[in-house]
């Protein structure tokens, strides 16, 4: 059998600290599972190395992760590199480069977990957002039509092809976990032209698999209907930015950003997908070894699930619910006073039970 190829990306910051938790977690599930064999090769390919080089990666860098099955991204963020350039030097031209076209995000209140709403329904769903055009587009620009008049202008781009394989992969993750229900996140009553043509094509989908319940809100009722009655969703489907904001208050509802994993998803398996922690790199707390490390853990799991590995997926929860329900080996943003390393250990340790 041939060993699991991961390439790793530290980051920055609290990136390279909680990472290194998550592999040590790989590590514990190859000691205790003969069937599961993994190899990692690290790139150091943050903010230092950009200010040394000039660049976020080599000439070279995607055709060096090209051939790897999976990738595990740290952090990416430092105040003497503006965010931009990480962000479209480095994490945007992996997402298109490897047609990532889904992120994907669970939204979870772990057993032994209070969120801050007050009725503490079970909250488990997931948010499937599209991740290669949509609102985040580089499409636009200014117009200067005199002094004090500027124009800016900012497309959005909604192609029949990239609405279809977003909305398709949230009907075959209805089907592949036996729910039964799908809940589109739209705004097309205001955003007329882009947002309509993604209602069309999301429902021509809908139709096509007519035995799964559809719904659609408008974004801003949705957005309340997450806090009032987060129960009754199980798959969210929603355009790039839509998607972003929802992702950032459903990890809010479920403890926040110390638990909150993502996944960059090239269904396909043609080219690596990449799993990381939905948090930045923290620079406030680095170097104190205090980040919580169950976000980046949790995005391992999420990354072996990728990989056809649910068993391993669901072992690595099991153990992290079993930690969190005992409420002794905590970081300090869960009220705990342990360190990354400790969360790290005892992990591995309820694996091994
Ligand atoms: P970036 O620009 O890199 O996304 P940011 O400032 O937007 O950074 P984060 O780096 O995610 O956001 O940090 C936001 C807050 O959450 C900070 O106070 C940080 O310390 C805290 N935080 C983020 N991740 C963790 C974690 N794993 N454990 C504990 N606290 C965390
Ligand atoms: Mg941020």
């Known amino acids: ?106 939204i979870k209140l772990l057993k032994g977990l209070e ?55 949230a009907y075959k993750y209805v089907r592949d976990h036996s729910l039964d229900k799908v809940t589109n996140a739209t705004k097309s009553n205001a955003i007329i032209h882009s947002m309509k043509f993604w209602d069309q094509v999301v429902e021509e989908t809908a139709k096509k698999h007519s035995d799964i319940s559809y719904e659609r809100y408008y974004i801003d009722a949705l957005a309340a209907y997450f806090v009032q009655r987060p129960e009754d969703f199980q798959v969210v489907l929603a355009s790039n930015l839509f998607g972003d904001i929802l992702s950032d208050l459903g990890s809010a509802i479920v403890g926040g950003l110390g638990l909150a994993p993502s996944g960059n998803i090239n269904p396909s398996h043609e080219y690596p997908s ?38 391993l997926h669901d072992n690595i929860l099991a153990a992290i619910e079993a930690l969190l329900v005992e409420r002794k080996i905590l970081t300090p943003d869960l009220g705990g006073t342990a360190t990354t390393v400790e969360v790290g250990d005892a992990i591995v340790e309820k694996l091994y039970k």
């Not at 406030?284 to 169950?294: E, F, K, T």
Request: hydrophobic share 40%; no cysteine.
């Open 1 to 106: 059998m041939r060993a699991l190829n991961i390439a790793v990306l530290p980051g920055d910051g609290i990136g390279p600290e909680v990472t290194k938790e998550a592999i040590k977690v790989l590590q514990a599930l190859a000691d205790i599972d003969s069937t599961f064999t993994y190899e990692t090769k690290e790139f150091h390919w943050n903010s230092d190395y950009y200010l040394k080089t000039g660049q976020m990666m080599p000439e070279d860098g995607l055709e060096q992760l090209k051939t790897f099955d999976s990738i595990l991204f740290g952090a990416i963020g430092d105040n003497r590199v503006p965010d931009q350039i990480s962000v479209w030097d480095l994490i945007m031209p992996i997402r298109k480069n490897f047609q990532q076209y889904v992120n994907f995000r669970p």
């Open 115 to 169: 969120g801050p709403l007050k009725n503490n329904a079970s909250i488990d769903f997931v948010i499937i957002r599209e991740n290669g055009e949509g609102e985040y587009s580089n499409v636009g620009g200014m117009m200067f039509q005199g002094e004090n008049r500027e124009m800016s202008v900012q497309n959005t781009i909604m192609t029949r092809q990239g609405v279809t394989q977003i909305a398709e992969f």
């Open 274 to 311: 990449m799993f990381e922690a939905v948090h930045g790199s923290a620079p406030d707390i680095a170097g104190r070894g205090i980040a919580n490390p169950i976000a980046q853990i949790w995005s391992a799991a999420l990354l072996l699930e990728h990989i056809g590995r649910k068993d």
